[in-house]
């Protein structure tokens, strides 16, 4: 849990840096945009493929390892003179993050009983919602009160420390097991787990054209100090968690009406819709922007375990290529929606990126309904 809280913050650092980066290396919002968009197809590319290259490695190698490899790219990017310098560093160290989470929960499949895994996997990706409530919000307070090479520089010295206590915990001599490669082109070719992955994407889109530049957009609609911002992303990282425990309870009544991972997939992508409404219609008033955020911040991080259990009972036995799929689907998406964010900023401004979210996200619930409508048969 500890592992995933770093690697969560590290991944989240440079929305929250955003806007101290841009003034600090005198480059444009899009252009810092781009490095969100390259890190993210970095993990998207690098899920799958290190959880092939490194199934043999010993577990507590990769996992501790990782850890010191972000450190160590971390406290190199505080160095960096300009942006095209920071560029590859902070892109190569997000490497790290598609190599430790995943196997993070694969180990814990390994060396845990079966009744235990799924509350334990449970509990460390709670790692990820604690960077999102705490630490993306002290990183943004840190940046704007000493700059964001000191933040970037004592980030990495705490995922260094972060290595040795992952070390110290995870058992030596366990190795991963290697997927088949004939498991990859079944999950493609399968008729309903493409579109649920499509469903992944089309999420994480629609979301990151407006979470990736979340800094500039708050600057630009309200203007807050670095207190007030802070505030703001406290906020909605405790709405995610609200809204992750509410999923959690939620995925087991299949059974009653909205109840089931189908239901928190669709209530999840219309909770952040009916969120970007609100934020269009905020402007500069900070209790409407507060309350766009709060219903917006409930459906972010409420759909993902529930996607995965949707792939798990679609074909059980390609559940494992499916779920690392998955995963990189969600990079997939933000890479592409920190693209069309930036794009949609440098063509018309800030204003339009929760209009864009919108019509991503209808579209996202329109298709999750038409796999499930596939999925029951209909």
């Known amino acids: 849990m500890l592992g995933n ?13 955003l806007n101290v980066l841009t003034a600090d290396l005198r480059v444009s919002v899009p252009t810092v945009g781009t490095m969100l968009g390259i890190s993210a197809v970095v993990i998207c590319v690098g899920a799958p493929l290190f959880a092939m290259l490194t199934s043999r490695w010993d577990r507590r190698r990769l996992l501790a390892g990782s850890l010191v490899f972000c450190g160590v790219l971390h406290v190199l990017c505080a160095f960096a003179p300009n942006f095209a310098t920071l560029l590859p560093l902070r892109v190569a160290s997000v490497v790290a993050a598609a190599i430790f989470t995943p196997q993070a929960a694969a180990t814990l499949g ?9 509350g334990a996997i449970t509990f460390i990706f709670l790692g990820w919602s604690l960077a999102s409530v705490a630490a993306l919000p002290i990183a943004a307070w840190l940046g704007a009160h000493i700059g964001w090479r000191y933040t970037f520089a004592g980030f990495g010295l705490l995922s260094i420390a972060g ?5 110290r915990a995870t058992p030596k001599g366990v190795q991963g097991v290697a997927l088949p490669l004939a498991a990859w082109g079944q999950t493609l070719k399968h008729p309903v787990l493409p579109w649920l992955l499509l469903v992944t994407a089309l999420s994480a889109c629609g979301q990151f054209t407006t979470w990736g530049y979340f800094a500039p957009y708050t600057q630009a609609m309200l203007k807050p100090s670095p207190e007030l911002f802070s505030l703001l992303l406290v906020i909605f990282g405790a709405a995610g968690l609200v809204g992750n425990v509410i999923a959690s309870r939620n995925a087991g009544r299949a059974g009653l009406a909205f109840g089931g991972a189908h239901w928190n997939v669709q209530l999840a992508c219309a909770s952040m819709c009916l969120g970007f409404v609100v934020l269009l219609m905020a402007g500069g008033s900070l209790p409407w922007f507060v309350l766009g955020s709060v219903i917006w911040g409930i459906g972010v991080f409420a759909s993902n375990s529930s996607q995965q259990a949707r792939l798990a009972q679609a074909d059980p036995a390609l559940a494992g290529a499916s ?8 990079y997939l998406g933000q890479a592409f929606g920190s693209f069309v964010g930036g794009g949609m900023i440098a063509a018309v401004g800030y204003s339009w990126l929760p209009i ?10 329109a298709l999750s309904i038409w796999v499930q409508r596939r999925l029951s048969g209909r």
Not at 5 to 17: N, S, W
Not at 323 to 330: E, F, G, K, V
């Open 5 to 17: 809280l770093v690697i969560g913050t590290g991944v989240m650092l440079a929305p929250g840096l």
């Open 110 to 118: 390994q060396v845990l009983p079966a009744e235990r895994r799924a």
């Open 163 to 167: 290595a040795w206590l992952v070390a």
């Open 323 to 330: 779920i690392a799929l998955n995963t990189s689907m969600i």
């Open 356 to 365: 864009t979210g919108v019509v991503l996200l209808a579209a996202t619930v």
